[in-house]
C-alpha cells in the first residue's frame, strides 16, 4: 500500500557539497527531508525528487509525495495550490 503526503516546501537549505535540507509543511506540521551525496545517510530522497521539491519553493506550488512500503519516496504530483484568500472574500 502506498502513503502519501500533501503540502508545500516552506525552507530549502542547500549545502557547497551539494546536499539539500528541505522542510515540508503539511498536516499542520514540518517534516525535513534530505538529499545527500552520501549514500550512507539515513531518509534520503533521491536527487531528482529533491530538486524539484527544491524547485517549488515560493510559488503557489502544491506537492504530494508519494512513499513506498518501505518508506523511501517513489514520485512527486505538482498542483496549484488553491488560494485561500480568494475563498475568503466569497
Known amino acids: 500500500m502506498t502513503n502519501s503526503v500533501f503540502g ?3 525552507k530549502v537549505k542547500k549545502f557547497n557539497n551539494g546536499d539539500l535540507e528541505i522542510d515540508f509543511y503539511h498536516d499542520e506540521q514540518i517534516t525535513q527531508y534530505r538529499y545527500s551525496n552520501d549514500p550512507g545517510r539515513l531518509g534520503n530522497f533521491p536527487k531528482d525528487l529533491a530538486e524539484t521539491l527544491a524547485s517549488t519553493l515560493d510559488t503557489n506550488i502544491c ?3 508519494f512513499f513506498q512500503d518501505d518508506g523511501f519516496p517513489s514520485y512527486l504530483e505538482l498542483e496549484q495550490c488553491e488560494d485561500d484568500e480568494e475563498y ?3
Request: charged content about 55%.
Open 8 to 10: 508545500e516546501v516552506i
Open 63 to 65: 506537492i504530494e509525495i
Open 88 to 90: 475568503e472574500d466569497e
